[in-house]
Nanobody
Framework: QVQLVESGGGLVQPGGSLRLSCAAS????????MTWVRQAPGKGLEWVPD????????QYTDSVKGRFTISRDSAKNILYLHMDSLKPEDTALYYC?????????WGRGAQVTVSS
């Protein structure tokens, strides 16, 4: 069955960096658009970036442009989110999600907390 397992979250100081990973299985990862979605405490879901099947095209929400980078290793079936210059407002549960605009499978999430 489809599985998406995030890892790499944690506590980081403002200005720091983290890299999230998402191990995918149970579907043709190399043929699938992938997305990271986050949910901050007390707020709704927010699309962060997505990436096409080839890994050559990606889009970012304005608040993370220039700081976050989405990438994928289709040989290993892993999706990444590299986050630099983290801010307290980036604190959220980050989900690895299958699809673009319409999402059918979600991971359980990785907690990212940005605090001094």
């Amino acid at each position: 069955q489809v599985q998406l397992v995030e890892s790499g979250g944690g506590l980081v100081q403002p200005g720091g960096s983290l890299r999230l990973s998402c191990a995918a299985s149970g579907f043709p990862f190399s043929l699938t658009y992938m997305t990271w979605v986050r949910q901050a405490p007390g707020k709704g879901l927010e699309w962060v970036p997505d990436i096409d099947e080839t890994g050559r095209s990606s889009q970012y929400t304005d608040s993370v442009k220039g700081r976050f980078t989405i990438s994928r290793d289709s040989a290993k079936n892993i999706l990444y989110l590299h986050m630099d210059s983290l801010k307290p407002e980036d604190t959220a549960l980050y989900y690895c999600v299958r699809g673009q605009d319409v999402y059918d499978y979600w991971g359980r999430g990785a907690q990212v907390t940005v605090s001094s």
